[in-house]
């Protein structure tokens, strides 16, 4: 069996690669700028040139079983990237054949969400679960469902996008979508920041540090300072945020009763500032055959290193 499988986790402005082996232990990484050239064929030519000399190192190309890659409107069976937004291949892009072609191994590409709960299966808390969801609570709210031991990709590659359901009809703009009220806008770090804006602006009498922050400066780590200082505006916002989460974590959990949510990605650092609001309208939401059966849990990936890992587990 081979030895070792090359991650490559492409976002909006860096890619970030290495070589794993089977442990999920990244023997040796690099990154690059996502959108250097206007052409894909020039970005895997790049990522060709910094890689080569890595698998050199590793023993040469006949000691890995292939190339796994998340990316943004990555469809697992197709091999394309369809439409993504934030990088300059416009259009559908042919990405696994021509990296495949490219590289002379199997290549393997799914959006980045399903990637990071591949990753969660193989080398993360949710290793041995054969049905559990992640929920990645970053600058937006990704996620991957696992039923069966299988991700859900449903019959076009696209299915699991819990970020974009609809949590408060009618509600805050999502100003990527243009559609109002999803889980994405009050659950991300960016919601968090938003709700701050508003809750400072409708409290006006409330005290509080953050009114000392610049708007430009107002992001959902500054908000978590202020929480862990008592500040009651950046408590509430967390509490708000987590009330939020949790009514949308018992749809989910009524739709497919998983093992465990794992969340994972910067808002995570909050610890139990939004975990507890999160499990508490979780819980207040399910019927009762769903109650206290779901664990919610943090993610014990390295943040730095999740991503890599979770593009090679799609190659084992």
């Known amino acids: 069996m081979s030895d070792f499988a090359i991650g490559v986790d492409i976002g909006g402005t860096n890619t970030k690669f290495g070589i794993v082996d089977q442990q999920g232990n990244i023997l040796i990484q690099d990154r690059m700028l996502t959108n250097a050239g206007d052409d894909v064929q020039d970005f895997i030519d790049e990522l060709h040139q910094k890689l080569l000399p890595m698998i050199e190192k590793s023993g040469g190309i006949e000691k890995f079983i292939g190339i796994g890659v998340g990316a943004p409107n990555g469809n697992f069976y197709s091999g394309n990237i369809e439409y993504a937004a934030n990088l300059k291949w416009k259009g559908i892009i042919p990405f696994s054949k021509l990296t495949s072609e490219k590289f002379g191994l199997p290549v393997k590409l799914t959006n980045d969400a399903n990637a990071a709960a591949m990753g969660e299966m193989k080398y993360g808390c949710a290793k041995g679960m054969k049905h559990f969801i992640t929920i ?8 991957g469902i ?7 990709l449903g019959h076009d590659g696209f299915a699991g996008e819990l970020g974009h359901t609809i949590i408060r009809p009618g509600g805050r703009l999502h100003k990527g979508t243009g559609i109002r009220g999803t889980l994405e806008s009050y659950a991300s770090a960016t919601g968090v920041r938003e709700t701050a804006l508003e809750m400072l602006s409708d409290n006006p009498t409330i005290k509080s540090t953050l009114r000392e922050v610049s708007i430009n400066d107002l992001t959902s780590h500054t908000v978590f300072e202020a929480a862990i200082k008592g500040d009651k505006i950046a408590n509430d916002i967390f509490d708000y945020t987590g009330q939020i989460l949790g009514e949308a974590l018992a749809n989910f959990v ?6 465990a ?23 207040a939401m399910l019927v009762e055959n769903f109650k206290n059966k779901v664990k919610i849990l943090f993610s014990d990936l390295k943040e730095a290193d999740a991503a890599i890992l979770g593009a090679s587990a799609l190659v084992w």
């Open 261 to 283: 949510i794992v969340l994972f990605g910067g808002l995570t650092k909050a610890g139990e500032l939004i975990l507890n609001p999160t499990k508490k309208a979780m819980e």
């Open 254 to 259: 009524m739709f497919s009763s998983p093992e």
């Open 146 to 152: 696992v039923i069966d031991g299988n991700i859900v």
């Open 136 to 143: 990645t609570l970053g600058t937006g709210v990704g996620s």
